[in-house]
């Protein structure tokens, strides 16, 4: 215990690179920890958040599992940016994760997000310098954020996050850029330094590759079309990176056999507008679909997201979003196939309610969001979430893509319940935000026909501290 209170105070220092859409460059003028020009750049991250939930895994009032409570996640993060000449830079980033409370400490288990108290978070080299070439590499440990992140991202609300051991090139040119990547996740160990397939092969015998191509083009004027091609290949097992997860059969894959892994394609597609205030109009949708092998089945799977909405040129600035999200499940267990579309590895926590209970696959989910700014430093939101499951056949899966919420049962009503989300958000300078947010969970049908159904609730208090 005395070891987690003095790494609660540690501060650490994180920066961002140029040459990929999902970093902000800092400057001298934003960060006052640049020097020489640019050329050595730190900044610093520090983050605490407290949470209380109740029911939000077993919809049980009468029970206490670990899983109810209050915790208290801290995170730290130190890194550097060193770039001696225009077209070389290396980056390194240190990280610290600590979970204080009655889940425990290995991540993932009990809902825990757990304790990785100093690992390698980033560390790449990049060659590159888009103003006069319009190729570059950067090769290392590194965070994917593609598209809105439905499918990859850093997962930046988990006090571990994720990244990969990867190497990408980008071609960019004026109104359009691609990558081709190839990469496999880095999985979090407690008591251990963090690996990838890439350098452990022996330890999980996962021998994951996940490549692809993405690329996007705003050539429309204020619009943006992204397109990908992603390969996931991997002898066994699925694709968290909390490694007592690692042990969990992927999703849909019900029956088959687990030890014959994966191997599939994704191809997708994906139009929003640049600029959310056009006209008062914003608008963006995404469709994938899937086929190949997973776990001995045959794959065939698609999912689908659409939303827009209008932004009133009003005072408090009131902006409404609607939405709707898809995804297959497997339908039939015994017919040789899978149609449960793979989540992959995405930042769900902004999508499907943000008690984390749902993820891209088997599901409808319709929802709506208010937004108002009463002042320029707070933003108040409101969202409102149905939830089915596309087939009761399937399971309901949790935000990891991985955690059955309850046993399959085909003969459960489809209606799994609503969710609303309140947050206030408060930035009252350039590197200080606060968060404050509840949820609350209304369980259906499908609950009650399969257990405990009781409502559920969750609280929590984030500050963070960013330069």
Same mark, same amino acid.
């Given at each position: 215990?005395?070891?987690?209170?003095?790494?609660?105070?540690?501060?650490?220092?994180?920066?961002?690179?140029?040459?990929?859409?999902?970093?902000?460059?800092?400057?001298?003028?934003?960060?006052?920890?640049?020097?020489?020009?640019?050329?050595?750049?730190?900044?610093?991250?520090?983050?605490?958040?407290?949470?209380?939930?109740?029911?939000?895994?077993?919809?049980?009032?009468?029970?206490?599992?670990?899983?109810?409570?209050?915790?208290?996640?801290?995170?730290?993060?130190?890194?550097?940016?060193?770039?001696?000449?225009?077209?070389?830079?290396?980056?390194?980033?240190?990280?610290?994760?600590?979970?204080?409370?009655?889940?425990?400490?290995?991540?993932?288990?009990?809902?825990?997000?757990?304790?990785?108290?100093?690992?390698?978070?980033?560390?790449?080299?990049?060659?590159?310098?888009?103003?006069?070439?319009?190729?570059?590499?950067?090769?290392?440990?590194?965070?994917?954020?593609?598209?809105?992140?439905?499918?990859?991202?850093?997962?930046?609300?988990?006090?571990?996050?994720?990244?990969?051991?990867?190497?990408?090139?980008?071609?960019?040119?004026?109104?359009?850029?691609?990558?081709?990547?190839?990469?496999?996740?880095?999985?979090?160990?407690?008591?251990?330094?963090?690996?990838?397939?890439?350098?452990?092969?022996?330890?999980?015998?996962?021998?994951?590759?996940?490549?692809?191509?993405?690329?996007?083009?705003?050539?429309?004027?204020?619009?943006?079309?992204?397109?990908?091609?992603?390969?996931?290949?991997?002898?066994?097992?699925?694709?968290?990176?909390?490694?007592?997860?690692?042990?969990?059969?992927?999703?849909?894959?019900?029956?088959?056999?687990?030890?014959?892994?994966?191997?599939?394609?994704?191809?997708?597609?994906?139009?929003?507008?640049?600029?959310?205030?056009?006209?008062?109009?914003?608008?963006?949708?995404?469709?994938?679909?899937?086929?190949?092998?997973?776990?001995?089945?045959?794959?065939?799977?698609?999912?689908?997201?659409?939303?827009?909405?209008?932004?009133?040129?009003?005072?408090?600035?009131?902006?409404?979003?609607?939405?709707?999200?898809?995804?297959?499940?497997?339908?039939?267990?015994?017919?040789?196939?899978?149609?449960?579309?793979?989540?992959?590895?995405?930042?769900?926590?902004?999508?499907?309610?943000?008690?984390?209970?749902?993820?891209?696959?088997?599901?409808?989910?319709?929802?709506?969001?208010?937004?108002?700014?009463?002042?320029?430093?707070?933003?108040?939101?409101?969202?409102?979430?149905?939830?089915?499951?596309?087939?009761?056949?399937?399971?309901?899966?949790?935000?990891?893509?991985?955690?059955?919420?309850?046993?399959?049962?085909?003969?459960?009503?489809?209606?799994?319940?609503?969710?609303?989300? !309140?947050?206030?958000?408060?930035?009252?300078?350039?590197?200080?935000?606060?968060?404050?947010?509840?949820?609350?969970?209304?369980?259906?049908?499908?609950?009650?026909?399969?257990?405990?159904?009781?409502?559920?609730?969750?609280?929590?208090?984030?500050?963070? !501290?960013?330069?």
């Amino acid at each position: 215990m005395k070891t987690k209170i003095l790494l609660l105070a540690v501060l650490t220092v994180r920066c961002a690179i140029a040459g990929t859409p999902e970093v902000i460059v800092p400057t001298a003028s934003t960060n006052p920890l640049s020097f020489a020009d640019g050329r050595v750049v730190f900044d610093v991250e520090e983050r605490l958040r407290y949470e209380f939930r109740n029911n939000a895994f077993d919809f049980n009032h009468n029970a206490l599992p670990a899983t109810d409570g209050s915790f208290l996640l801290q995170r730290a993060r130190v890194g550097m940016k060193f770039e001696p000449v225009d077209w070389f830079r290396f980056y390194a980033q240190f990280q610290s994760s600590i979970e204080v409370g009655n889940r425990g400490d290995e991540p993932g288990v009990s809902g825990s997000e757990g304790d990785d108290y100093a690992d390698l978070y980033q560390g790449y080299v990049e060659f590159a310098d888009y103003d006069r070439f319009p190729l570059g590499l950067r090769a290392g440990r590194q965070l994917f954020n593609y598209g809105d992140q439905r499918l990859i991202g850093s997962f930046d609300w988990n006090n571990l996050g994720r990244s990969f051991d990867a190497a990408r090139v980008r071609y960019q040119a004026d109104k359009f850029w691609a990558e081709a990547f190839a990469a496999s996740v880095v999985t979090v160990e407690r008591a251990d330094f963090n690996f990838s397939d890439v350098f452990n092969w022996d330890d999980t015998d996962r021998q994951q590759v996940f490549s692809g191509i993405y690329a996007s083009t705003d050539v429309v004027t204020a619009h943006r079309i992204d397109g990908y091609l992603l390969w996931l290949s991997q002898a066994k097992g699925n694709v968290s990176n909390f490694g007592p997860l690692l042990g969990l059969p992927p999703a849909g894959s019900q029956g088959g056999d687990p030890a014959l892994g994966m191997n599939f394609g994704t191809l997708g597609l994906r139009l929003n507008n640049v600029q959310a205030k056009m006209h008062g109009w914003e608008y963006d949708a995404e469709l994938a679909g899937q086929a190949g092998r997973l776990a001995g089945l045959d794959l065939l799977a698609f999912a689908l997201h659409a939303g827009g909405g209008y932004n009133f040129h009003a005072p408090w600035e009131p902006r409404i979003y609607l939405q709707y999200n898809y995804a297959s499940g497997d339908w039939d267990s015994t017919d040789g196939q899978s149609t449960t579309f793979q989540n992959l590895f995405p930042t769900n926590h902004k999508f499907y309610g943000y008690m984390d209970l749902f993820s891209w696959q088997n599901m409808h989910n319709p929802s709506v969001t208010f937004n108002l700014k009463p002042h320029r430093t707070l933003t108040l939101a409101a969202d409102g979430h149905l939830f089915w499951l596309a087939t009761t056949s399937d399971a309901w899966y949790r935000a990891n893509g991985l955690t059955q919420a309850r046993p399959i049962t085909p003969s459960a009503d489809p209606f799994v319940g609503g969710e609303i989300d !309140l947050t206030a958000t408060w930035k009252p300078t350039s590197f200080l935000s606060l968060l404050v947010g509840y949820s609350w969970f209304l369980p259906g049908a499908y609950v009650d026909d399969t257990g405990p159904a009781d409502p559920a609730n969750f609280l929590y208090v984030q500050m963070e !501290l960013k330069f």
